[in-house]
């Protein structure tokens, strides 16, 4: 999480990674020291429901892309190293 919050101020702001680092954990440190736990794990919950609304319009959007569910099947089988198997778990 430091390292994205870091990436992110270093492209936004031009400042060097390594500085954009510390800054990034300087932050999380007090957001976590003023919120305890309780803030971590709210955190890491809207992380998780944020990352599940992203996963469905990617889906939708691949299956069109490859031509619905038909199209993956039959590009599945087209590979050879994974041809009928490729579609059982």
Sequence with gaps: MVLGIGLIIHRLLGWPVGASIVIAAAIVLVYITLGGLTSAIYNEV??????????????IVGLSSVGGWSGLEHRIQGVEALSNTGLHA
């Design 46 to 59: 809207l992380q998780f429901f944020i990352i599940c609304a992203a996963l469905v319009p990617v889906t």
